[in-house]
C-alpha cells in the first residue's frame, strides 16, 4: 500500500479496528499495510485509543512480545446506553402499539439498524469479558440481536429452529413447557451447528417467564455446552415466577392496559446498578 499522510492514516486505521473488534493485529500488519516505522504506528494508535476512550467507543488494548499487537474492544459507557434505552422505553409506550390480546408491537424497532447497532453494542459491553464462543438465539424475532451483538463480539451465531430441517442434516430436538402458554413446543438444533462444549451466551428479544430461553438451556446440556450469560431485550414483570435467575435484560414491561391505552416500560435490570 502506498504511504499515506498522518491524517489520512489514522482514518484508515480507526475503520480498520472499528470493522475487526476483539481481534488481534500485529503491529506489522499495520507498518507493512502504511509502509510506515512501528514507532510510528504505535504513535497513531496511541492517538486512536484516546479518542475511543474519551468518546465512549471502546477500549484499545496493546499486547507486547513477539506474538503481541493490539486489540479493539467496543464498549459503551452505561449511562450512554442509558439514555439510548430511555428514547426506546418512550417509544414503545406509544398507545398505537398495543396489539389484540394485550400484546405489544416491537418489529420496527427490531428492523431499525441504528437500533439494533446500539442494542448489539450494549449487550456486547454487557458481556464483555466473558468467555464466550457463539451466540445462541431461537428463530426468529431474536436473529437480528443475535446477530447485532455477534457484529461486536466477533463470534457466530448458531439459530436454534422450532423444527429441524433436512437442509440442516441430523439435529437433535427437545421438548419444552412454553412459559406463556404452558404449551408443549418443540425445539431444534443441527448437531453440525454447534460443537460439544462450547460456552454460548444466549439472546432473545422478549421474556416472559422464561420458558422458551430455558428449554434452549437444557438444549445445550444435550451438548454438554456452557451457558455463559442470557441477555433480553425486554422481559416481563407481570409474571408470578421466573424460570431463569441470572440473565441481563435492558428494559421492562410492567403491563399493557388494553382498555386505558397505558403501557408501562422501564430500564431493565442492566441498568440497576451503576
Not at 66 to 90: H, T
Not at 195 to 223: N, P, R
Amino acid at each position: 500500500m502506498k504511504k499515506l499522510k498522518r491524517s489520512a492514516r489514522l482514518v484508515e486505521m480507526t475503520q480498520y479496528l472499528l470493522f475487526r473488534p476483539h481481534s488481534l493485529i500485529p503491529l506489522t500488519t499495520f507498518a507493512e499495510r502504511y509502509n510506515s516505522a512501528k514507532s510510528s504506528i504505535s504513535e497513531d494508535l496511541a492517538i486512536i485509543k484516546e479518542v475511543f476512550e474519551e468518546e465512549g467507543l471502546g477500549e484499545l488494548n496493546t499486547l507486547a512480545g513477539a506474538a503481541g499487537g493490539v486489540k479493539f474492544s467496543p464498549k459503551v459507557p452505561k449511562e450512554i446506553s442509558l439514555k439510548f434505552i430511555q428514547n426506546l422505553c418512550l417509544q414503545l409506550q406509544q398507545p398505537e402499539r398495543i396489539l389484540p390480546g394485550g400484546y405489544l408491537y416491537m418489529s420496527d424497532i427490531m428492523g431499525q439498524p441504528q437500533y439494533l447497532n446500539e442494542i448489539g453494542k450494549t449487550f456486547a459491553s454487557a458481556f464483555a469479558g466473558r468467555d464466550v464462543d457463539v451466540i445462541m438465539t431461537v428463530e426468529t424475532k431474536g436473529i437480528p440481536l443475535a446477530y447485532a451483538t455477534a457484529t461486536y463480539m466477533n463470534l457466530p451465531v448458531v439459530i436454534v429452529r422450532r423444527d429441524s430441517r433436512v437442509t440442516e442434516g441430523s439435529a437433535v430436538s427437545i421438548n419444552y413447557v412454553s412459559g406463556s402458554n404452558k404449551r408443549i413446543q418443540t425445539m431444534s438444533l443441527a448437531r453440525r451447528a454447534l460443537k460439544e462444549e462450547s460456552k454460548v451466551l444466549i439472546i432473545d428479544d422478549f421474556m416472559h417467564v422464561g420458558g422458551t430461553i430455558h428449554g434452549m438451556m437444557d438444549l445445550l446440556a444435550e451438548f454438554k455446552a456452557t451457558v455463559q450469560g442470557v441477555g433480553v431485550f425486554m422481559e416481563s414483570c407481570e409474571a408470578e415466577e421466573q424460570l431463569v435467575d441470572n440473565y441481563v435484560s435492558l428494559a421492562r414491561l410492567y403491563g399493557v392496559d388494553s382498555k386505558t391505552k397505558q403501557i408501562t416500560v422501564e430500564p431493565g435490570n442492566y441498568f440497576d446498578s451503576k
